[in-house]
């Protein structure tokens, strides 16, 4: 592989992480129009809700059985044309079962995408042998913000969800299969897949690397775990929390979220950088401690402004778990890294599912100062698992210590 082509291949997968970020903004902040379009009641909601993320785990499932056969970058290549048609779809429909059709797709081929997406930039890391894993999640939240942008000009102009949507898709769905040409998979130590091409990852069972072991890649599950409970409960609970705890008004309780938006791009932005200089476990580590940090000062917050500092110290500390725990499963299971990733990604729609009802009932039966620290808690434990992260912790499957790469990322 040339360095070229390296560089078209971080381009192009780049491209991909922040059409899904905008892609995920549209879907997500539009939901009270979605609710009124299809006349969803409050109590239905809920159940739409739910089944995108387990919809998404079966997709990352099923994905992880299919690139046993072809390659990730060909799972992405159809999984993310079919998410933006889904998000039109949810726009154009009118019946109730139109939107569950549409959500439905949406889920299945966000959990397709997602897997892919991370098996490719797994892959590439390693060819480049320096971390910049964090780099392609950084792009996915600029498309975040870039989403959440749109979305607000929509409702504030009083638009359609068709009319928002379509012009989004008209532009991003030719751009990414265009962008879709140049998708790399970094050649690892893996050899070749079943059917004798070249393989970025190994098979979903064995390969060079040895059998995939859930018990070892266990401490990763949970990280992600507990990292999406803390970003859930950011984005489901910042704006009630200022607004109903801190007695903020009702226009800034919207500003802890933007700024936690920001500075996970900010965060991730540099991230690379630090893993490079300071090693993945220091970096993963002192996230761990801001972010614990951020939701301590949330819990304790005397007013609306020191609560907003809380939520921007969250988005500096989680931003960076993440990627790097899909990076720790690339290195720790070298010749299964696409189902690693895959398994793993699973848990990151365990945590998004969980974090947001347990917020909610633990602020209902005791206090949301009090809910606040059971998310502290949780990232605090990722200290626990920190050197998981380290390449001189990796093992392969079957148990024998892993060589140490140039890779530190």
């Not at 979903?204 to 775990?225: D, V």
């Not at 996970?264 to 932005?269: E, F, I, V």
């Given at each position: 592989m040339t360095d070229a082509g390296l560089r078209h291949g971080r381009a192009s997968l780049g491209l991909s992480f922040g059409v899904q970020g905008v892609a995920f903004a549209l879907l997500v902040t539009r939901i009270p129009a979605i609710q009124d379009q299809y006349g969803i009641s409050d109590g239905l909601l809920p159940v739409f809700l739910a089944a995108v993320p387990i919809l998404a785990g079966a997709g990352s499932v099923a994905t992880e059985k299919v690139v046993a056969r072809v390659r990730p970058s060909v799972v992405l290549r159809c999984a993310q044309p079919l998410v933006l048609l889904a998000l039109l779809g949810v726009g154009a429909g009118r019946e109730m079962w139109h939107v569950a059709v549409a959500l439905g797709v949406f889920g299945l081929a966000v959990g397709a995408l997602d897997a892919s997406m991370n098996m490719l930039g797994v892959s590439l890391q390693r060819a480049y042998g320096r971390s910049i894993m964090t780099g392609f999640h950084a792009a996915y939240s600029l498309g975040g913000i870039a989403g959440a942008s749109l979305a607000w000009a929509g409702a504030r102009w009083e638009l359609s969800l068709l009319a928002s949507y379509l012009p989004v898709v008209a532009v991003l769905l030719p751009a990414a299969l265009i962008g879709s040409r140049w998708y790399t998979e970094g050649k690892g130590a893996e050899g070749k897949r079943p059917d004798g091409t070249e393989a970025g990852a190994g098979t979903?069972?064995?390969?060079?690397?040895?059998?995939?072991?859930?018990?070892?890649?266990?401490?990763?599950?949970?990280?992600?775990?507990f990292a999406y409970i803390g970003d859930s409960t950011v984005s489901n609970w910042s704006a009630k929390y200022l607004q109903d705890?801190?007695?903020?008004?009702?226009?800034?309780?919207?500003?802890?979220?933007?700024?936690?938006?920001?500075?996970?791009?900010?965060?991730?932005?540099?991230?690379?950088?630090?893993?490079?200089?300071?090693?993945a476990v220091a970096v993963v580590r002192g996230g761990s401690l801001l972010a614990a940090g951020g939701f301590a000062v949330v819990a304790v917050a005397p007013g609306a402004w020191v609560g907003m500092l809380g939520f921007t110290m969250l988005g500096f500390g989680l931003c960076v778990i993440v990627p790097q725990t899909f990076a720790a499963a690339g290195r720790m299971f070298p010749g299964n890294s696409d189902a690693a990733v895959a398994r793993l990604n699973i848990f990151n729609y365990v945590g998004f599912l969980v974090g947001s009802p347990l917020v909610g009932a633990l602020g209902d039966a005791w206090s949301y100062r009090g809910a606040m620290l059971v998310p502290m808690v949780l990232v605090l434990a990722t200290l626990v698992y920190a050197r998981a992260f380290g390449p001189e912790t990796a093992r392969y499957g079957g148990g024998h210590e892993r060589p140490r790469t140039a890779d530190v990322g």
């Open positions: 979903g069972s064995e390969s060079a690397g040895g059998a995939l072991s859930f018990k070892l890649l266990l401490p990763l599950c949970l990280i992600m775990t705890v801190l007695g903020s008004s009702e226009q800034l309780a919207t500003v802890p979220y933007n700024l936690y938006m920001v500075t996970t791009l900010l965060g991730r932005a540099v991230g690379d950088l630090g893993v490079r200089r300071f090693g």
